[in-house]
């Protein structure tokens, strides 16, 4: 039997793991494509490219983690499947959404501030550390929005 409230709250979990991770995939191959760049005329250097091009793959983690928890409220994992409400299945799905679209956003646009301290570390390796915090500072919003993901999935009553 189709139960139209499960499937209101697996949508919200798939969406905070489908953009999560969209937005880790576009950040991670944008950073790539300048990391290649620079290690085609500068290969000693793959260490410090490598540590640059994986910051914007937490996005998909924390998108990931999202999704995950939704589905331990819910049931699906480890056990039998809540009563859920149809206003309860909606409840979790508009939970999910901090995490899912600051994870889209900030994962595209960390890969784009990250390829940029990419050409920095270019020039002179020791911008490492810079460019890494730079980075790191897009992360925050992502945090942030996995942060109010959490607190709404726990507070919602299934």
Do not use: R
């Not at 009563?83 to 890969?111: H, I």
């Amino acid at each position: 039997m189709f139960d139209s409230a499960i499937a209101v709250a697996i949508a919200g979990a798939a969406i905070s793991v489908f953009l999560g991770g969209a937005g880790s995939a576009i950040g991670v191959g944008l950073a790539g494509l300048s990391g290649a760049g620079v290690i085609s005329e500068k290969p000693e250097l793959f260490g410090k490219v490598l540590l640059i091009q994986a910051l914007p793959g937490t996005q998909g983690i924390y998108g990931f983690l999202g999704g995950l928890l939704i589905l331990i409220q819910i049931g699906l994992l480890g056990g039998e499947p809540a009563a859920l409400s149809l206003d309860t299945a909606w409840q979790l799905l508009y939970a999910a959404l901090p995490v899912a679209v600051t994870g889209l956003f900030s994962g595209m646009y960390q890969g784009k501030v990250a390829a940029a301290g990419l050409q920095a570390v270019a020039k002179d390796p020791q911008n490492v550390g810079k460019a890494v915090i730079m980075a790191a500072m897009v992360e925050t919003y992502a945090v942030l929005g996995l942060l109010i993901t959490v607190l709404l999935v726990f507070s919602i009553k299934i």
